[in-house]
């Protein structure tokens, strides 16, 4: 199995396909299993690289764990081991902020980026009230709700939400602040990734219950080189609910943004 020794871990990745790198940063109900239904997709034109962030499916954390802060160096350490000075990213949920994080810190490796439900850590207090308002709303779920996923999707599919559900339980266990941010915190991200010119795709399903879609908008709007897609009957894993449309709609972006050397569409 493929492993990359990056900042004292080895970091578990994969590599399928052919053509211009395109890197795929799990969320933190998944890892690099999650894209089964991108990776095929997107392999006909792009060399497609999975991986599992320290702590997560095969990737383990170093002896005196850095857990998220060392999501952006590990992920740059991958690239280094590929020998990569160019990728577009597409990232779902808690992998976004290793994009941001990556495009903020080495934009001069970043071609485009793909934030699917997460607003990339660009706010303002409006979408610091929604965000809030709705973690008190999740907290009145009912034990062993898949939050990732739709009610109406795991009504609809109960296959598809037994592997969401297997695929998540590869993981280990977090701490429940493992992804908190500082109550005191106040930033927002949308000036420096603004600054960068690098186009950013948002999607967003109209029922995510974990970033709520106008807290999307609003991120988007604060972006001039963004544009944001909302997508209705889906959840907050809009590459899960709906793979067909995500794929079509990020080709799409990545045609005009970061084209495929060749092209079997």
Known sequence: MP????????????????????????????NHLSWWQQVPFFAKNYTCITFDHRSFGLSKDSNEPLGRKGFVPDLKGLLDHLRI????????????????????QHPELVKAIVLCGSNGGSVNDESR?????????RRTLPKGTIRGLSE??????????????QIMRMNPKHDPDFLAVSPTYRGSTHERLSATGIPILYIVGEDD??????TLEIASSQIPQSRLIRVKDSGHSVYYEQPQLFNK???????RFYPPLTSEL
């Open 3 to 30: 492993f990359a020794e990056v900042d004292s871990i080895e970091l578990y990745y994969e590599a399928h396909g052919n053509g211009r790198p395109l890197v795929f940063a799990h969320g933190s109900g998944g």
């Open 249 to 255: 709609e990020v080709m799409a972006f990545l045609k």
């Open 209 to 214: 219950i974990i970033a709520p879609p106008r």
């Open 152 to 165: 109406a999707f795991m009504e609809q599919n109960p296959e598809y939400t037994f592997l969401y559900r």
């Open 129 to 137: 009230i929604i965000w809030h308002t709705q973690q008190e709303r």
């Open 85 to 104: 000075d160019g990728v577009a990213i597409l990232a779902h949920s808690m992998g976004c902020r290793t994009a941001v994080g990556l495009t903020i």
